[in-house]
């Protein structure tokens, strides 16, 4: 299967809504209460994406898999279950840790180990665990960094205000 990733286009929302809505509830298992699910079309905070250089992987002409970045923050990653395990999400976080730079970072469902092993393997660490709210519902959620050290999260992205909170919105 060849993969290719390219710029996100306006007529791909529907594709990623898919692909979000696909596996979303993957990413909250163990983490969050499922009701805490909210499909991106509905989702207040699907409206960051437009602040975000968005990539999309395809296969076939098919939009697979998304990312986002809103340097430093990480602020997308989603893979459809379908293409689970078969180095998609590998193939995005690549892609865009040029575009993150060394003060990268990211949240994470505390208790999504496929993510997480992913973002270690590709040179994150854990910064810190606490409780973040999801849809109105408290949940395990991590801070991820290239270089916690660097405090990436304390430093301005294009988009400050837009910038999800994990205390208080989607992560």
Known sequence: MKISIRKYRKDDWNAICSVHD????????????PAA??????????????????????????????????????????????????????????????????DAWAYACGNNEPALSLYLS????????????????EGDTVRIALNPEREGWRKPNKSDDATPDPGTGSL
């Open 22 to 33: 696909r596996s979303r509830p993957d990413e909250l298992k163990g983490s969050f209460d």
């Open 37 to 102: 699910f909210v499909p991106l079309a509905e989702d207040p905070e699907g409206s960051y994406i437009a602040h975000c250089d968005m990539y999309v992987a395809e296969a076939d002409s098919k939009v697979i898999a998304f990312a986002g970045v809103d340097a430093p923050y990480f602020a997308w990653l989603y893979v459809d279950p379908e293409f689970y395990r078969k180095g998609i999400g590998r193939l995005l976080v690549r892609h865009c840790l040029p575009l993150l730079g060394e």
């Open 122 to 137: 590709e040179g994150f660490v854990i910064e810190s665990r606490f409780r973040g709210k999801n849809a109105g519902y």
